[in-house]
């Protein structure tokens, strides 16, 4: 069976796309090939490593990627976490579908750590929960 591949976009490829990224590849990578890019690239998010590890899934090993990087490379699917994104890259020309699932931008964030880790939590379980339903449609 061919993996379908997948393209997450997000502003920063910082927080949201990465944590996309991870989740896919570690429960459905059997079916799926996950990646992520950022419109401008930037620095990972070590809160979003932080929430992710706690689900089981390590994206420490991940780095901040631009979308320049997968230009001309065909994906199946490109996914825009963010409005953001949407706004400075409404379709990705190299995907058969382009989709639109716009989560918070995890940087509006203030307030303690905890206030802090507990808003990315939400955004994770966001996030965890749309690739659920996605990949049981596909």
Request: one cysteine or more.
């Amino acid at each position: 069976m061919t993996r379908k591949r997948v393209l997450f976009i997000c502003s920063h490829n910082a927080a949201r796309s990465q944590m996309a990224e991870g989740y896919l590849r570690a429960r459905h990578g059997d079916r799926f090939d996950a990646f992520s890019a950022g419109t401008k690239a930037s620095t990972l998010s070590p809160y979003a490593i932080r929430v992710m590890q706690e689900i089981g899934v390590d994206i420490s090993g991940h780095r901040s990627k631009s979308l320049n990087e997968f230009a001309s490379r065909e994906m199946d699917v490109a996914v825009i976490v963010c409005d953001a994104a949407k706004s400075a890259c409404p379709f990705f020309p190299w995907a058969k579908v382009t989709l639109h699932a716009t989560f918070r931008n995890p940087k509006e964030f203030s307030g303690t750590d905890d206030e802090i880790i507990n808003g990315f939590r939400e955004i994770r379980d966001e996030i965890t929960g749309w690739i659920d339903r996605f990949v049981s449609e596909k």
